[in-house]
Each structure stands twice: as structure tokens, then as C-alpha cells.
């Protein structure tokens, strides 16, 4: 089942499938390690919704919502 990493509940875990949006953000996440193929494990997310904690090749790292957006998985069983 693909979703959103934007749309992960707090323990939920999944696998880069693609990095959409444009240049800027892209280029960002794929700087960061969010490259497909990478296993995902979402932490914490932020009182208000904004900012959103995972966990990516063995380091956490803090995405914003609107990055999360660019993301899609595939969800692990």
C-alpha cells in the first residue's frame, strides 16, 4: 500500500518508493539521505503537527510537512 510520509502515524514504518516535487525540495531531501529504496521509521510528531521526527539510515533526522509531502512510500506489513 503506498501513502504519503506526511500522512504516517507515530510508530509506522515504510520504504522510499519516490521522491516527488520540485527542484529545491528534491535536491534537499536527497541531500539528507531520503532517497528511494531507504527504510523509514517515523518517531515523533510535533504538538501542532509540524515538525515530524524519523528515523533513516540509522540517524534521526526532522522533516517538515511540507517535505514530508514529497514523499512516498510503501508501507511495511
Given at each position: 500500500?503506498?501513502?504519503?510520509?506526511n500522512e504516517f502515524s507515530v510508530?509506522?514504518?515504510?520504504?522510499?518508493?519516490?521522491?516527488?516535487?520540485?527542484?529545491?525540495?528534491r535536491r534537499r531531501l536527497f541531500?539528507?539521505?531520503?532517497?528511494?529504496?531507504?527504510?523509514?521509521?517515523?518517531?515523533?510528531?510535533?504538538?501542532?503537527?509540524?515538525?515530524?521526527?524519523?528515523?533513516?539510515?540509522?540517524?534521526?533526522?526532522?522533516?517538515?510537512?511540507?517535505?514530508?509531502?514529497?514523499?512516498?512510500?510503501?508501507?511495511?506489513?
Amino acid at each position: 500500500m503506498e501513502k504519503k510520509l506526511n500522512e504516517f502515524s507515530v510508530g509506522e514504518s515504510g520504504v522510499i518508493k519516490a521522491v516527488v516535487g520540485e527542484g529545491k525540495i528534491r535536491r534537499r531531501l536527497f541531500d539528507m539521505g531520503v532517497t528511494p529504496g531507504a527504510e523509514v521509521y517515523l518517531r515523533k510528531v510535533a504538538p501542532l503537527g509540524d515538525p515530524i521526527e524519523v528515523t533513516i539510515r540509522g540517524y534521526e533526522l526532522t522533516l517538515r510537512r511540507t517535505e514530508a509531502e514529497a514523499v512516498v512510500m510503501e508501507i511495511k506489513q
